[in-house]
T-cell receptor
Framework: KAGVTQTPRYLIKTRGQQVTLSCSPI?????VSWYQQTPGQGLQFLFEYFSETQRNKGNFPGRFSGRQFSNSRSEMNVSTLELGDSALYLC??????????FGQGTRLTVV | QQQVKQSPQSLIVQKGGISIINCAYENTAFDYFPWYQQFPGKGPALLIA?????SEKKEGRFTISFNKSAKQFSLHIMDSQPGDSATYFCAASKNNDMRFGAGTRLTVKP
């Protein structure tokens, strides 16, 4: 069974640009959650999607948004990038039993 | 607002020793408490998890102890090995809204 796939693995963007990250969950999993990981703030919850609906949301500004498609694949978008958005962005997929499985992440660097 | 507090920040243990990492949570609505292991350059990997209706869960060398009244839980790694050297995160979750501790960097010396 394939794991959670995140693309791209690495990304360099300029301040003010926008970026879209992609996550393909484990087959059969309908919940996808996104997290931001930085050395200073640790792992922070961004939002969770289930059946194409945002079900939970963390404390991030509106520049961070996401969506989920009918095949459960999810995208996360960050607009008007700031230097502080440089981080490892992780997605996790969950099935019925709440266990969350993470992808390898997308390393975003904003310059 | 840090909903899950984890300690220690770093831990050095000799091979064969016991590693103990502690976490405390605030929100009594949390109903799922997993532990994740993360190696550099990798995403976190689920190690073991517990629900609040049991006080202990053991899987191999890894044991979670859970104290619902104190709102605390801990991870014990028995017979620690150099390959266990990684960062460990505790988490607390309700309906897939998961909040993580700050992480513990474990180093197991040979």
């Amino acid at each position: 069974k394939a794991g959670v796939t995140q693309t791209p693995r690495y990304l360099i963007k300029t301040r003010g640009q926008q970026v879209t990250l992609s996550c393909s969950p484990i087959s059969g999993h309908r919940s996808v959650s996104w997290y931001q990981q930085t050395p200073g703030q640790g792992l922070q919850f961004l939002f969770e999607y289930f059946s194409e609906t945002q079900r939970n949301k963390g404390n991030f500004p509106g520049r961070f948004s996401g969506r989920q498609f009918s095949n459960s694949r999810s995208e996360m978008n960050v607009s008007t990038l700031e230097l502080g958005d440089s981080a490892l962005y992780l997605c996790a997929s969950s099935g019925q039993n709440t266990e969350a499985f993470f992808g390898q992440g997308t390393r975003l660097t904003v310059v | 607002q840090q909903q899950v507090k984890q300690s220690p920040q770093s831990l050095i243990v000799q091979k064969g020793g016991i590693s103990i990492i502690n976490c405390a949570y605030e929100n009594t609505a949390f109903d799922y408490f997993p532990w994740y292991q993360q190696f550099p350059g990798k995403g976190p990997a689920l190690l073991i998890a517990i629900r609040p209706d049991v006080s202990e869960k053991k899987e191999g060398r890894f044991t979670i102890s859970f104290n619902k009244s104190a709102k605390q839980f801990s991870l014990h790694i028995m017979d620690s090995q150099p390959g266990d050297s990684a960062t460990y995160f505790c988490a607390a979750s309700k309906n897939n809204d998961m909040r993580f501790g700050a992480g513990t960097r474990l180093t197991v010396k040979p």
